[in-house]
C-alpha cells in the first residue's frame, strides 16, 4: 500500500508534520479546476488566474492540521491566510502543476500572487495568479496541468472551466480533458500519433491541456 503525502504543508508553531494518507493505486488528493488565461492590453498572454477547489476529506484534513474547525460558522480570509501562504510556497517545488509552452519553449512563471482560501462550508478553493515575469506571445500557447506522480488528479470543473480575459477576438481556446482522445489529437497534431515526439507531461492522453492559438 503505497504512502503518499498530502502536499498542503501547514505552519501551526514552527512547523507541522504533514498528514499521510493510504491510498492503493488511486489519486490522494481531487482537485476541480476553473483557470484563466490573462491577457495583457497588447494581446501578450500576462499568465494564469486558478481557482483549485479540493476533496472534502483534503480540505477538512488541512483545516484540522492548522488548528481550524470545519464546523466554526464562518471561516475568513484573514484566518485561512496562514494556510493559503503555506500551501502557495509547498507548491512552488511542483512548478504549481501548471507547464505553459509557446512554440514548444517551455515558459516558468514567475511566480504567485494575489493568493487567498476561500471556506464554502464543505470544501476549500484556492486562488491565485501565476504571472510570467514578461508577456509571453500568444502564438501556439499551451498550458498542461498534470501530477507526473499520479497523487493528485486534477479535472477541469463542467461548462466553462477554462476562459480567456482580455483576448484579442480572433483568439481560440481548445481544452482537451484526460481520455477526450479527439481534443488531444486537435491539440497535439502529429504529436498524438508519434510515441517518438513527447511534449511536457506525455501521458499525452491523461493530462489536462489547454491551447490558444490567435491569428495575429
Request: proline share 4%; aromatic share 8%.
Amino acid at each position: 500500500m503505497k504512502r503518499s503525502l498530502i502536499w498542503f504543508v501547514i505552519v501551526a508553531t514552527l512547523c507541522v508534520c504533514i498528514h499521510a494518507r493510504h491510498v492503493d493505486a488511486h489519486p490522494d488528493i481531487l482537485v476541480h479546476m476553473h483557470d484563466a488565461v490573462i491577457f495583457d492590453g497588447n494581446g501578450s498572454i500576462s499568465g494564469v488566474r486558478v481557482s483549485w477547489t479540493y476533496d472534502r476529506e483534503t480540505s477538512v484534513t488541512a483545516l484540522r492540521s492548522s488548528g481550524l474547525n470545519e464546523s466554526a460558522p464562518h471561516l475568513g480570509r484573514d484566518q485561512l491566510d496562514p494556510l493559503a501562504r503555506a500551501t502557495v510556497n509547498s507548491l512552488r517545488a511542483s512548478d504549481f502543476y501548471t507547464f505553459a509552452r509557446v512554440n514548444g519553449t517551455k515558459q516558468p512563471f514567475d511566480g504567485a500572487s494575489d493568493s487567498w482560501l476561500e471556506w464554502d462550508g464543505s470544501v476549500l478553493t484556492l486562488h491565485m495568479a501565476l504571472n510570467f515575469k514578461q508577456p509571453v506571445s500568444n502564438s501556439n500557447f499551451t498550458l498542461e496541468l498534470f501530477d507526473e506522480t499520479d497523487e493528485i488528479e486534477f479535472d477541469f470543473q463542467e461548462g466553462d472551466a477554462v476562459i480567456m480575459t482580455k483576448a484579442p477576438k480572433d483568439c481560440a481556446l481548445v481544452v482537451a480533458r484526460p481520455g477526450d482522445a479527439a481534443a488531444q489529437r486537435e491539440l497535439l497534431g502529429d504529436a498524438y500519433l508519434n510515441p517518438n515526439v513527447q511534449p511536457v507531461g506525455w501521458d499525452a492522453q491523461y493530462s489536462n491541456k489547454v491551447s490558444v492559438r490567435c491569428l495575429s
